[in-house]
């Protein structure tokens, strides 16, 4: 086993990478940039190595600055995480030139999945059922209408290199392909530095449905049961949930075959997520497959028991998978919620800033993995992030019903959340069947925001408080002022009027 190993991320995944290190009595090494020097995940981690300013390409992007710590402080592992270097498959083969062990698939398995119609090619072969399309880049506008009218209209149009929704159009009609093809060409080159585009029938209203898998490096592959991830919003994913509440036992089993023969034929290694486009008549298509731990991760753990970055490092190890198909079991249900610091008043905007007070939900069946800490100032250099909150019980309803519990309990004062958004989707009657697609968050952001009755009688007292607040604020009363220098570090000044503090104080007493 490893003795050391470097984390090279930041945030609540780093914090989750140091905690499997230490249950596993591993020492794991940090990196953070100037603006991550206070972090909560270089207090987690047994030492902490500065890498650079805040800008990405110079601290957490830059492969040069993170081999020259894992050298210098003897690591002999790299975990990425996720985002940053995790699919970087460059990097993968400099940590192999430097005897470093990069804890994830071979660069290999990740540029072949890096590749869409590569995939593709291969998932054929695997007899992977995919979306039907090409398999081959289409090099004129000629060849993308002739292949569109072979499959039929509607179309999806996607660079090759994208991924994650980037890079990718919808072409209804043959006179939309004369623009499509153009602009999501020249969009692959810009962003990918590849023009290869492709095309795929267009499946309508789909659900995002990802099978968890795992390969150990003696040929061994299991699945771990599915995630629903059709919770989302401009590709970014909001709330998770394991197991999907329409992927029964047999589904269950097909997909997981599936999924494993497709890590089989990419001998891929490590921990992978096989995505899935499900229709309306339940039929799956291979999507792509994601080389990394991924963000949704916890979901996974609660409902197999199973640790997943540990998992990861013994795999990376050499170490064989120590269970079998037959011993995952599929137990309860898990819903993970991702806080973000966003503005639910400006269209979800980032509202980065400092974290005056935390009071985090806890007690049965709750989890939080979260990367800040109450006092620290959250960065707007990264994905606000704050925390994801899982909830775990014996069934989909309780497990929905103990999230809007955990939701009441979780204030975060400082800096606007999108907490309030999850008290909606819970209780949405078309979440709470299960039978949402991916258009459903967008759908719900369309209505306008309901005001519950407690809500609602609760507004003018809220007005009279803060009206009386500014006001006492404005005066520089003593109560208000001697918390504000104590906060900035310095002592407390006296009143300057002994007297008017009395009734100041009398006031606030009459305000609880
Ligand atoms: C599609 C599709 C419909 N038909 N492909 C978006 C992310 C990327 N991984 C692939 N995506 C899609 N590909 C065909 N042929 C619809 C989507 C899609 C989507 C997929 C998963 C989760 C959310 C989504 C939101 C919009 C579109």
Redesign the pocket.
């Known amino acids: 086993m490893f003795r050391r190993i470097l984390i090279a991320n930041r945030g609540e995944i780093a914090v989750r990478i140091a905690r499997a290190c230490r249950e596993m009595d591993i020492e794991s090494v940090g990196v953070f940039s100037d603006v991550d020097r206070k972090s909560l995940h270089v207090r987690k981690v047994d030492r902490a190595y500065h890498i650079g300013p805040a800008q990405a390409s110079e601290s957490y992007l830059n492969t040069e600055k993170i081999l020259e710590v894992a050298r210098r402080s003897g690591a002999e592992a790299i975990h990425p995480g996720y985002g940053f270097l995790s699919e970087n498959a460059q990097f993968v083969n400099a940590c192999q030139r430097e005897g470093i062990k990069f804890i994830g698939p071979s660069a290999q398995a990740m540029e072949m999945m890096g590749s869409k119609t590569r995939a593709r090619q291969t998932m054929k072969k695997a007899g992977v059922p995919f979306?039907p399309?090409s398999e081959k880049g289409l090099e004129s506008l000629d060849r993308a209408l002739e292949f569109a009218e072979k499959i039929g209209y509607p179309?999806?149009l996607?660079a090759a290199a994208?991924?994650?929704?980037k890079g990718?159009r919808?072409v209804r009609t043959p006179e939309e392909m004369h623009s499509a093809f153009d602009l999501t060409r020249s969009e692959a080159q810009r962003a990918f530095g590849d023009n290869e585009v492709y095309l795929?029938?267009?499946?309508?209203n789909?659900r995002?449905v990802e099978v968890q898998i795992f390969a150990d490096e003696h040929g061994n592959v299991i699945y771990l049961g599915e995630r629903e991830?059709?919770i989302?919003r401009r590709?970014q994913k909001v709330l998770e949930e394991a197991p999907s509440p329409i992927v029964d036992a047999e589904m269950r089993r097909h997909m997981g075959e599936v999924a494993v023969r497709a890590a089989k034929v990419a001998h891929y290694t490590n921990a992978g997520t096989v995505?899935f486009?499900v229709d309306e008549s339940r039929n799956f298509?291979f999507?792509?497959m994601n080389t990394r731990l991924q963000v949704e991760h916890p979901v996974t753990e609660l409902v197999t028991g199973l640790d997943l970055v540990q998992m990861q490092i013994r795999i990376a190890a050499g170490e064989p998978l120590n269970l079998r198909q037959d011993d995952v079991q599929i137990r309860g249900h898990a819903i993970e919620c991702r806080i973000y610091a966003e503005d639910p008043d400006n269209n979800y905007f980032p509202s980065p800033g400092r974290l005056t007070r935390i009071i985090p939900p806890a007690g049965p069946g709750i989890r939080r993995d979260s990367g800040v800490y109450e006092g620290w100032t959250v960065p707007i250099e990264y994905d606000p992030l704050l925390a994801k909150l899982s909830a775990y019980a014996p069934t989909r309803h309780d497990a929905i019903n103990r999230m809007r519990r955990a939701l009441v309990e979780y204030f975060v004062g400082g800096l606007k959340t999108n907490i309030s958004l999850f008290r909606r989707i819970l209780l949405h009657p078309e979440f709470q069947a299960g039978t949402f697609d991916?258009?459903f968050l967008d759908r719900l952001l369309q209505e306008p925001r309901p005001v519950d009755e407690r809500t609602r009688r609760r507004i003018p007292i809220a007005a009279i408080a803060a009206a009386l607040f500014a006001q006492v604020e404005s005066r520089g009363g003593p109560e208000i002022s001697s918390l504000k220098t104590s906060r900035n570090g310095a002592s407390p000044e006296m009143p300057k009027k002994a007297a008017s503090s009395w009734k100041q104080r009398a006031r606030e007493e009459a305000l609880h």
């Open positions: 979306v399309g179309v999806m996607k994208g991924g994650g929704g990718m919808q795929e029938k267009l499946i309508e789909p995002h991830c059709s989302q590709h995505e486009l298509y999507l792509e991916t258009g």
